[in-house]
């Protein structure tokens, strides 16, 4: 272990000595090139600060021992699952200890009969699923993420994704936690019961907390069956944002029931072909990627092609071979990539009730001319929630503030439909400030009388989600 002469000198290095005691031999790290990948995450408007050590407990133990230190000592903490986040939660704070949870990746018991499994915060969310594939079983949120975030992390942010729309967010697979609270002790939520009513619900009070009121170490998660069928996919073309718009609400509103429910711009269907031929249509307004998976998947995918061609779709195309699904989303995943390759991106996330989503797009077409900057928009269109991708000039100076002004604007335009400044990123550091917008005084006060509650001494994630 390095010499911690990153914050606070002699006295930091003294605290220090007494935290290295507490836990097992490489646990703390304090050397500040070490502790470098830990500092930041994927919201590129926050600068991460200078921490005091990077913490990588291996158990629960050493993770309620970091807390009962940072209790006696009043250093915040800052809770990390793999560092996906898009809002600056998990950046470091000046004079911080960083949790990291990605030594803690135990499966540690799965009930096929009771569709249940009980995991550590750091096991990577794709892990869940294949690791129950062999029972015929699947965990349904799916972020676009899945693969290098963690489920810890997807609790603390009610992670969505794109099956989401048929089977629900993390919030809605999730029966039980393990929290180590402010003070090191650990908190049991929830159970292994489909239903339980017994006492607050806190397990839900945890899911999408942040990290601003303790850390999650483990989850009981709810399991469904492998569907039978499917997926199966459709792909079509609209010559206006209002016509997918309409056929989005029409799908809903019609009772079928897709398993995912995507859709682009005319910028982002531009910048996948740019970055990638997939021989989208480059001038349609919009394109709808849709699938349905289970018994009668052939039936819903058959009503909702039928719908796309009352909307008006300009191009349609349909297949029930799952090989031909990858295909056809293959072009949806490059979506983060193709924006990547055209400067610098800034990821936001909002959310409107569906039937709102064209006046959304329009929205912020008009703070991009406004800028004169590029958004093109990909997102989960059958949940109302869209990511408009803020593409800045990387040797433009003023980038930083010319997004800043943007993403608040395209906030506003989401909340003046009567909609959400974010739908699953969370609020972070990057939206803390707009967050009153959202949530009226007596909302912001319960949630401070929780905090308070919680976390007395208000050094879980300082300063983060509000
Ligand atoms: C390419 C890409 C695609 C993405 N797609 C999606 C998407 O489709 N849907 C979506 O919802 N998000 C998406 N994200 C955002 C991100 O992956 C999610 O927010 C994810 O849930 C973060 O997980 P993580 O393990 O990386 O958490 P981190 O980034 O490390 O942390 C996120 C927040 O959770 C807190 N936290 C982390 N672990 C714990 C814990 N164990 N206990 C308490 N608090 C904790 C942190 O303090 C921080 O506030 C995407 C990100 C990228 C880079």
Redesign the pocket.
């Given at each position: 272990m390095n010499g911690a002469t990153t914050a606070g000198g002699s006295n930091a290095r003294s605290k220090l000595d007494v935290l290295e005691r507490a836990l097992d031999h490489g646990t703390v790290i304090s050397d500040p090139e070490l502790m470098g990948p830990y500092r930041g995450?994927?919201a590129n408007l926050v600068d991460p600060g200078e921490p005091l050590a990077v913490l990588l407990p291996g158990c629960l133990g050493e993770v309620s021992a970091a807390l009962a230190w940072s209790h006696a000592y009043g250093v915040p903490v800052?809770?990390?699952?793999?560092?996906?986040?898009?809002?600056g939660?998990?950046a470091a704070l000046d004079g911080s200890i960083v949790v990291?949870?990605e030594r803690m990746r135990q499966i540690r018991n799965v009930a096929p009969d009771d569709q249940l499994v009980e995991v550590e915060?750091?096991v990577i969310t794709a892990e869940i699923s294949k690791h129950v594939e062999r029972f015929d079983l699947f965990y349904p949120p799916?972020?676009?993420?899945f693969e290098?975030?963690?489920?810890?992390?997807?609790?603390?942010?009610?992670?969505?994704?794109?099956r989401c729309v048929k089977y629900g967010?993390?919030r809605d697979a999730v029966l039980g936690l393990e929290?180590v609270l402010a003070d090191g002790r650990v908190l049991h939520t929830g159970g292994k019961t489909v239903k339980n009513v017994a006492g607050y619900d806190l397990t839900r009070l945890?899911v999408g907390?942040?990290?601003?009121l303790?850390?999650?170490?483990a989850a009981t998660l709810r399991l469904r069956p492998r569907p039978v069928r499917g997926p199966v996919t459709f792909v079509a073309t609209f010559a206006t944002t209002e016509a997918a718009g309409a056929c989005v609400s029409s799908i809903i509103r019609r009772g079928l029931t897709p398993s995912l429910l995507e859709l682009m711009d005319h910028a982002m269907i531009n910048a996948i072909e740019d970055y990638r031929r997939h021989d989208l249509d480059r001038s349609a307004a919009a394109l709808l990627i849709g699938q349905a998976d289970g018994p009668d998947a052939p039936d819903q995918l058959e009503k909702m092609c039928s719908v796309c061609d009352e909307a008006g779709a300009t191009m349609l195309v349909a297949s029930h071979d799952p090989t031909d699904a990858e295909a056809l989303l293959s072009a949806r995943r490059l979506a983060?990539f193709a924006t990547e390759a055209l400067g610098t991106t800034i990821?936001e996330?909002v959310g409107v009730p569906r039937s709102r989503l064209a006046e959304l797009i329009h929205a912020i077409g008009a703070v991009a001319e406004r800028h004169h900057i590029q958004i093109p928009i990909v997102g989960?269109a059958g949940d109302g929630n869209l990511h408009p991708t803020l593409v800045l000039a990387r040797d433009d100076p003023n980038a930083r503030a010319t997004a800043l002004e943007a993403a608040q604007e395209i906030c506003t335009a989401a909340l003046d439909l009567g909609g959400t400044i974010t739908g699953?990123?969370?609020v972070?550091a990057l939206k803390r400030a707009w967050l009153a917008g959202e949530l009226d005084d007596v909302a912001m006060w319960a949630h401070r009388q929780v905090k308070a509650a919680l976390d007395p001494s208000g050094i879980m994630?300082p300063g983060?989600?509000f």
């Open positions: 995450d994927h800052v809770a990390r699952g793999a560092g996906t986040g898009l809002s939660g998990a990291c949870l915060a750091g799916d972020p676009s993420s290098i975030s963690t489920i810890g992390g997807n609790l603390a942010t009610n992670a969505g994704g794109l967010v993390t929290v945890f907390s942040e990290g601003t303790g850390i999650i170490t983060y990821i996330d989960h699953e990123h969370g972070g994630n983060r989600a």
